[in-house]
């Protein structure tokens, strides 16, 4: 059986498509036929400059990937062929005695001295087949969603799995409450969502370009929701948008900046729970950024919280095929428009779309030619 694939020879350089054999799967294994994958930032960041974490090219790329199960082989039970499955990114190490990643393990695989993800360390979803090894179809993020999702809906799991680490780690700190999301890209718009679906009583969206912004002002309007460009009294505009509270029981920075982090810390207030989800990262690492945190008077006296999520567990996989499954995002289609859909033949173009300013979510669809 012959299986397409693209690999990307180098940081900014080129995809090739090339034909190779791929066979049945075996024991454990499942075979995967690719229908959607979306792409992240952090895809954009793959294809401009790399990863220090990528040692291997040329790479599969891609990793939020909706599938159907194509094939299964001895002694697989948890899946079954025509099922539509999506993927995580975050994958365990591979074996199976890990204390965070293994049988008996936390679950907690972005804590692995080892941890892999797909499209970094394991080859990405750029590929029309994937066979999965058998302690990815045990251990791995990989869920099956209920008849009537499609495979555009499925692809948005890894994402919006992401931002649910960051909206649930801290009990009670959305619903009836007021949050600020820096950033309305799509994170932000996953964000923004999900704080609706649990019944959040505000959200204050902050973000620096104003097409995106009325964008999804438009796109995902809500009495609850209000909207604020980037301008010299941002604090200032976001604390009154607060009242009758003093400050915003949740801040979530969704943008990639330095500037997003100064704000976000600025608006902690009593009980503020603050959660760094989009870090600064570029070829050459992670830039410090620094800051002087009262461990006294703000953490305990002020009951501050500050976290970050990056990537997500089977927990947040979990949660996310739970809200789509039960239909508790009806928008998430609005995310993407029909300048954000290619075809698989033009990958680079789905990558240089999604670095547009004005893009939420682009589709890659594998199933149109």
Known sequence: MKNLVYYLDKPNGSFRATEEEIGEPGPGEV?????????????????????????????????????EVDAVGPGVRAFSTGALVG???????????????????????????????TGHEFPGFARKYAILPAWFVKLGPMVR??????????CHLE????TLEGLTRVNNCIENRVAVLIGSGSQGVYALQS?????????????????????VLRDFADPRVVGLPWTEDVRERVLVECKPFNEPHFVMVNASAEAAYRLAVSLLGYG????AHAGVKGAGGKPRIAQEVDLNNDIHYKLQCYQ?????????????RDMINEGKLPLLNRMTNPSER????RILDAIDRAADPDSLKVIIDWERG
């Not at 229908?35 to 790329?61: E, H, N």
């Not at 994402?159 to 992401?162: K, R, V, Y």
């Open 31 to 67: 075979r995967l036929r690719t229908l959607r994958t979306s792409v992240c930032q952090s895809d954009v960041v793959i294809y401009r400059q790399g990863l220090t974490r990528m040692k291997t090219w040329p790479a599969v790329i891609l990793h939020e990937a909706s599938c």
């Open 87 to 117: 993927l995580g990114c975050d994958i365990p190490c591979g074996d199976p005695s890990c204390i965070y990643c293994g049988e008996e393990g936390t679950g907690d695989w972005t804590s692995c001295p080892n941890t892999q993800a």
């Open 145 to 154: 969603f209920s008849s009537g999702i499609s495979a555009d809906e499925a």
């Open 159 to 162: 994402p919006l799995a992401c």
């Open 195 to 215: 704080c609706l679906a649990m019944g959040a009583r505000k959200v204050i969206l902050v973000n620096r370009g104003q097409e995106r912004l009325q964008r």
């Open 272 to 275: 503020t729970v603050l959660d």
């Open 308 to 320: 970050a999520t990056h990537g997500s567990s089977m927990r947040g996989i979990s949660l996310a």
């Open 342 to 345: 290619f075809p698989h033949t």
